[in-house]
Nanobody, 121 residues
């Protein structure tokens, strides 16, 4: 079994900073992609930032220059550094990964349970 566990969601003031963490654990052979999505009430779940193949990254236009994704491969963990957040960044942030579990040839998609980020003064 593979699990993604997020942490770090909190109430943060506009212009402040916050760091989210997501750790993948379990029977993992390799991780192909890993990153963050978010969903606000009444809206669809959208990409925030992710690692694709190698060290390549994708960012949503709305967070470029403010948010930074990083990772610790030894810990199977990704981070999302959120600088200068805005009220419109308020959402549940979900960790997402495409992983090849040990003993299984195919790639499988996993989601964390989400962590709430509220940006408000």
């Amino acid at each position: 079994q593979v699990q993604l566990v997020e942490s770090g969601g909190d109430l943060v003031q506009p212009g402040g900073s916050l760091r989210l963490s997501c750790a993948a654990s379990g029977s993992i052979f390799s991780i192909y992609t890993m990153g963050w999505y978010r969903q606000s009430p009444g809206k669809q779940r959208d990409l925030v930032a992710r690692f694709t193949g190698g060290n390549s990254t994708n960012y949503a236009d709305s967070v470029k220059g403010r948010f930074t994704i990083s990772r610790d491969n030894a810990k199977n963990t990704v981070y999302l550094q959120m600088n200068s957040p805005k009220p419109e960044d308020t959402a549940v942030y979900y960790c997402h990964a495409v992983i090849r579990p040990r003993g299984i040839i195919k790639l499988m998609e996993y989601w964390g349970e989400g962590t709430l980020v509220t940006v408000s003064s």
